[in-house]
C-alpha cells in the first residue's frame, strides 16, 4: 500500500513539473482572484468557448482557417476583458461584441463604418461603443460594447435632440 502511493505522489509531482512550463508559455498569465465573480464567469465561459472550438478541430467538423479566426476572437475577447477589468477596478463587464473588417456588417448592416475612422469611445448607432482594436496573428479584430437599455435610451434622446436644434 505504501508502494502505491509513493508511486502516485511520484507521478503526480513529475506531472506538475512536466505541464508547469507549458503554462508559462502560454501570453500573459493572471490569477482568477484579481477579478470578481462576474468577470471570472466571463473569462470561464470564453475558456469553455475555447474547448469547444478545439474539440470542433479535433473532430475534423471546421476548418482550420475556421478553427484560427475564431481561436483569435476569443484572445481578442479575453484580452479586452482583463483590460477593462483592470481599468475599471470593477465587477462588471458589458456585453463585448469582437468582429474582424469583413464581418463589420454583421453588426452595421450594408453600411458599416471603416475601421480606418473608429474613435475610442465613439458610440455608433445608438448601440455600440468602440472599445478599441486588438490585433491577433489572425489579423485586427475591433471591439465593441453593446449599450445596456438605459444607455441606449440616452443616446437617442441626445441624438433627437442634436436635431431638434436649430
Known amino acids: 500500500m505504501a508502494s502505491i502511493k509513493g508511486r502516485f505522489s511520484a507521478f503526480l509531482l513529475v506531472a506538475f513539473c512536466a505541464l508547469t512550463p507549458v503554462r508559462a508559455n502560454q501570453g500573459p498569465q493572471y490569477s482568477d482572484d484579481e477579478f470578481g465573480p462576474v468577470v471570472r464567469a466571463y473569462l470561464g465561459y470564453l475558456r469553455n468557448e475555447q474547448e469547444v472550438v478545439d474539440d470542433r478541430v479535433s473532430r475534423r467538423e471546421v476548418s482550420s482557417t475556421y478553427y484560427r479566426h475564431n ?5 481578442a475577447l479575453r484580452q479586452m476583458a ?14 463585448l461584441e469582437a468582429v474582424s473588417g469583413e464581418e463589420m456588417r454583421l453588426l452595421f448592416g450594408s453600411n458599416p463604418p471603416a475601421p480606418a475612422t473608429l474613435k475610442v469611445g465613439e458610440v455608433l448607432r445608438n448601440t455600440f461603443r468602440f472599445l478599441g482594436t486588438v490585433r491577433t496573428t489572425g489579423g485586427n479584430f475591433y471591439l465593441f460594447a453593446r ?9 437617442t434622446e441626445k441624438s ?4 431638434k436644434r436649430p
Open 147 to 155: 449599450l445596456d437599455p438605459y444607455e441606449q435610451a440616452e443616446q
Open 160 to 163: 433627437s435632440a442634436a436635431v
Open 71 to 75: 481561436s483569435n476572437r476569443i484572445k
Open 82 to 95: 482583463i483590460r477593462l477589468a483592470r481599468e475599471t477596478h470593477n465587477d462588471y463587464l458589458p456585453e
